[in-house]
Structure formats: C-alpha cells, structure tokens
C-alpha cells in the first residue's frame, strides 16, 4: 500500500529532488520570481510558503532553519528575513502565486507548459 504518498516524484531521486526545491527555491527568493513547469511550481509553492511563514518570526532558530531549507545561502536567508517576511507580516498566508503563460509557455524541446512562480 502506497500511504502518504502525495508529493511529486518530478523523474527524480529523493537527493536530486531535495537539491532541486533547493534550488528553485534559492533562485525565487533572491530572483522574485522564475520560470518553470507547472508541476515544478506546484511543487515548490508549499516549500517557500514554508520558508516565509518560519522566517516572518524572525529568531535564530528560523534563520538556522531557512539556510538549511535553502542550502546554507546566506544570501537568500538574509534577503527572506530582512525584505520579504516583513512584506508579508499581516498576511497569513499564500504568499506565492503561479501566473500560467499561455501559449507562450510552450517549452521548445519537448512543449512542456511553462509557467511564472513569483
């Protein structure tokens, strides 16, 4: 039986998948915004949410927590702390949002549907 069993797999290992929210993740926080597919920004929105929620209390141990959601970029931890928890304080939550593109979001290779994460 196949419990708890929700999350997207994305064609990946356990370590690329985790290596691959990190750095999406990273790439948001410090960009504001990427490009992406749809079920990769499905996947990172509840991971950044995450992030913005622990990093709006502004303690150490969520500092600690964010570098190592985000892969001990102090960057991205100071840019979430400093700039985007404080953007965010009287929100409780839905602090991402997933623009689709259209026909214009057709990757090329293989028209996978790109979407906008910001």
Do not use: C, W
Not at 60 to 66: A, C, E, F, I, N
Request: glycine residues 6%; aromatic residues 4%.
């Amino acid at each position: 039986m196949k419990h708890h069993t929700k999350r997207r797999i994305l064609g990946r290992t356990k370590r690329q998948r985790i290596a691959l929210m990190r750095s999406l993740a990273r790439s948001l926080v410090l960009e504001e915004g990427i490009t992406t597919t749809i079920a990769k920004a499905k996947e990172l929105r509840p991971y950044v949410e995450k992030l913005v929620t622990a990093s709006k209390s502004n303690t150490l141990q969520s500092r600690r927590l964010v570098m190592h959601r985000l892969g001990n970029s102090p960057e991205a931890t100071r840019k979430l702390h400093d700039t985007l928890a404080p953007r965010y304080t009287s929100r409780a939550g839905g602090y991402t949002r997933i623009v689709r593109l259209g026909r214009v979001g057709k990757r090329v290779g293989d028209a996978a549907r790109i979407e906008f994460l910001s």
